[in-house]
């Protein structure tokens, strides 16, 4: 987030109120700073950590999104390690969280627009036999194929939804943050 803080705030600029990067980089950077040194005990505890951060952090309705998310996640994983398949339902249980709270389903223009697609993916290589690190590539590239198709929507929920045909030709910025988790995912378990 902190190298993409500009870039979303950015894009916040053309259909919200130009502060999504900034709270994401503030929520993201503060959630870094609270797992510094913390020896879990479970995955579930890291991502319910993260979550916890950012609903204090992130202001708008990115915090309640991607907060409630990342808690939601958490709440399926209270083991040490996660199997891609338990990695699958936490996706699913952050996915669901988020479509409560937001209201929103695909081609919304939402955050959901990536993460959808993005489970899609992650479930379909899990289901396959493949490791957490193939999977999570897929969803990553999934994420970003549903990000980039935000631009050609107009928007039907959040500030961006106010614009009506305005909102049309630009990325939506929690769409855009959500692909960034998700390459951050792949990322992070291909340099094991």
């Known amino acids: 987030m902190a190298e993409q803080k500009d870039r979303l705030t950015w894009l916040d600029s053309a259909i919200g109120d130009a502060d999504h990067g900034t709270n994401m980089h503030r929520g993201f950077t503060a959630a870094s700073a609270a797992l510094d040194g913390l020896v879990p005990d479970t995955v579930g505890a890291v991502l319910i950590g993260t979550g916890t951060t950012l609903l204090s952090f992130v202001g708008g309705a990115s915090g309640p999104l991607f907060g409630g998310a990342f808690r939601a996640a958490g709440q399926t994983i209270c083991t040490p390690a996660a199997t891609t398949q338990e990695l699958a339902e936490a996706l699913a249980a952050g996915l669901a969280e988020v479509t409560q709270i937001g209201a929103a389903v695909p081609g919304d223009k ?7 697609p993005a489970l899609a ?18 969803a990553a590239d999934a994420a970003e194929e549903g990000m980039r198709a935000t631009a050609p929507l107009q928007a039907r929920r959040g500030r961006a939804s106010y614009l009506g045909t305005r909102s ?5 910025p929690g ?4 692909a960034l988790i998700f390459r951050a995912l792949a990322d992070a378990v291909t340099a094991r």
Do not use: K, M, P, Y
């Open 110 to 116: 939402t955050v959901v627009d990536a993460w959808t």
């Open 121 to 138: 993916a992650f479930r379909h290589r899990a289901d396959a036999g493949a490791d957490l690190a193939e999977a999570a590539l897929a």
């Open 168 to 172: 049309i030709g630009q990325l939506d």
């Open 175 to 178: 769409a855009t943050s959500t």
